[in-house]
């Protein structure tokens, strides 16, 4: 029998694990951080319905969707823990509404259902907190109609709502959302029946254009179905999501003020967690070093004081880094490969993974049972070139 590979590259934590410890990490119980570092299990099933390669919040929101749908489901991840990149390192907001200019009516859809979903597989945590979002001089994000529910503020109303904030008018979006992403991670491994770290996919073996089994570093599986969701790794769709923007967040001591919404604004977002600490940062470089730079943080310190003054003399408690994968058009590949039909791929979201992680999910677990289901026009469709 003659067979075919399609060599998979996988990270092992060397890019997608930068420097800087994050607040999120923090937060974790020792039962929520354990959750992230199953190992390999020795009763792995080996011909599951359903092998998703990727430990990230779209590996995990596609293996929670495919599980919720009856099929039985092995996740792997190549690194010592899941959300190792930037799933676990992301700043956690989630504002469909602001999605709509940028990137369509259907992407938006997804966003609210991801919201939506969200509510139902975190009930019982303490990861997502609705909240209202204040857009601070808004051009730069809404030039057309509001977003449902939305109201523009004046300078005194937008001083009024926020205090200590600074801005010459603002448009407050409510019931928008923030998350802890890596205990929602956590959260979500928790409910997963089969999880893998240290375990990465090498290549899928192919006859005859259909998938016969996954070679990996713990040896070959052999399932129905693949879903790779490996960051800006994995499938080779030509060189789409090669591209990877570093970022920088930081997160302050304890304010002496609170606010009541995220404040989102151009060159970042500032959220204020429960423990009184500020969460902001930005940056879309191409750098490849993983260290903190101390003047892209610096830069975030003093937008932070031009909208939020009394913040400027707190100290700065952590700083962290982040490697978002790109597309590099810009619209992330989602669906099945073309010339594979039973492999599936999520890559290349960049800032917006964890904004339509479930909804994504969701999908990818309909593809597999309705085969005549398609992937929105906001996604490019994943092609490959087979050896």
């Given at each position: 029998?003659?067979?075919?590979?399609?060599?998979?590259?996988?990270?092992?934590?060397?890019?997608?694990?930068?420097?800087?410890?994050?607040?999120?990490?923090?937060?974790?119980?020792?039962?929520?951080?354990?959750?992230?570092?199953?190992?390999?299990?020795?009763?792995?099933?080996?011909?599951?319905?359903?092998?998703?390669?990727?430990?990230?919040?779209?590996?995990?929101?596609?293996?929670?969707?495919?599980?919720?749908?009856?099929?039985?489901?092995?996740?792997?991840?190549?690194?010592?823990?899941?959300?190792?990149?930037?799933?676990?390192?992301?700043?956690?907001?989630?504002?469909?509404?602001?999605?709509?200019?940028?990137?369509?009516?259907?992407?938006?859809?997804?966003?609210?259902?991801?919201?939506?979903?969200?509510?139902?597989?975190?009930?019982?945590?303490?990861?997502?907190?609705?909240?209202?979002?204040?857009?601070?001089?808004?051009?730069?994000?809404?030039s057309g109609n509001l977003p449902p529910g939305a109201c523009l503020l004046?300078?005194?109303?937008?001083?009024?709502?926020?205090?200590?904030?600074?801005?010459?008018?603002?448009?407050?979006?409510?019931?928008?959302?923030?998350?802890?992403?890596?205990?929602?991670?956590?959260?979500?491994?928790?409910?997963?029946?089969?999880?893998?770290?240290?375990?990465?996919?090498?290549?899928?073996?192919?006859?005859?254009?259909?998938?016969?089994?996954?070679?990996?570093?713990?040896?070959?599986?052999?399932?129905?179905?693949?879903?790779?969701?490996?960051?800006?790794?994995?499938?080779?769709?030509?060189?789409?999501?090669?591209?990877?923007?570093?970022?920088?967040?930081?997160?302050?001591?304890?304010?002496?003020?609170?606010?009541?919404?995220?404040?989102?604004?151009?060159?970042?977002?500032?959220?204020?967690?429960?423990?009184?600490?500020?969460?902001?940062?930005?940056?879309?470089?191409?750098?490849?070093?993983?260290?903190?730079?101390?003047?892209?943080?610096?830069?975030?310190?003093?937008?932070?004081?031009?909208?939020?003054?009394?913040?400027?003399?707190?100290?700065?408690?952590?700083?962290?880094?982040?490697?978002?994968?790109?597309?590099?058009?810009?619209?992330?590949?989602?669906?099945?490969?073309?010339?594979?039909?039973?492999?599936?791929?999520?890559?290349?979201?960049?800032?917006?993974?964890?904004?339509?992680?479930?909804?994504?999910g969701r999908l990818l677990a309909s593809m597999i049972l309705k085969p005549g289901t398609a992937a929105p026009r906001c996604?490019?469709?994943?092609?490959?070139?087979?050896?």
């Open positions: 029998m003659t067979y075919s590979e399609v060599e998979l590259a996988f990270d092992a934590g060397q890019v997608r694990s930068p420097l800087g410890r994050t607040v999120w990490s923090l937060e974790l119980s020792l039962d929520e951080t354990l959750a992230l570092v199953p190992g390999v299990p020795s009763d792995l099933p080996r011909r599951p319905d359903v092998l998703v390669i990727g430990g990230g919040i779209q590996g995990l929101a596609a293996a929670k969707a495919c599980e919720e749908s009856g099929m039985v489901v092995v996740l792997i991840e190549a690194g010592s823990r899941l959300a190792l990149g930037s799933s676990g390192r992301a700043a956690g907001s989630l504002c469909p509404e602001l999605h709509f200019e940028t990137d369509g009516a259907e992407f938006v859809d997804l966003a609210r259902q991801s919201l939506r979903i969200y509510s139902e597989w975190l009930v019982g945590s303490s990861c997502l907190r609705r909240l209202p979002w204040l857009v601070l001089d808004p051009s730069a994000y809404l004046s300078r005194s109303e937008t001083q009024a709502c926020e205090p200590h904030v600074v801005a010459r008018r603002a448009v407050w979006i409510p019931r928008q959302g923030h998350v802890n992403p890596l205990r929602a991670a956590s959260w979500l491994a928790s409910q997963l029946a089969h999880t893998a770290t240290g375990l990465g996919a090498l290549s899928l073996r192919l006859h005859r254009g259909r998938l016969a089994a996954v070679r990996t570093t713990q040896g070959d599986f052999w399932p129905k179905h693949v879903i790779v969701a490996s960051g800006g790794y994995g499938m080779p769709v030509g060189g789409r999501t090669a591209v990877f923007r570093k970022g920088h967040l930081l997160a302050t001591g304890e304010a002496p003020f609170r606010l009541s919404s995220v404040i989102a604004a151009e060159g970042g977002n500032v959220t204020q967690l429960p423990t009184g600490k500020l969460v902001t940062g930005g940056g879309a470089s191409a750098a490849t070093s993983r260290e903190v730079c101390e003047h892209d943080v610096a830069l975030s310190l003093q937008r932070l004081a031009r909208l939020i003054p009394s913040a400027a003399s707190i100290p700065v408690d952590v700083t962290w880094t982040c490697f978002r994968p790109a597309a590099v058009d810009g619209r992330a590949v989602v669906g099945r490969v073309e010339e594979l039909s039973d492999v599936l791929v999520t890559q290349g979201h960049e800032r917006t993974g964890l904004t339509i992680a479930p909804a994504v996604f490019l469709p994943p092609k490959l070139a087979l050896p």
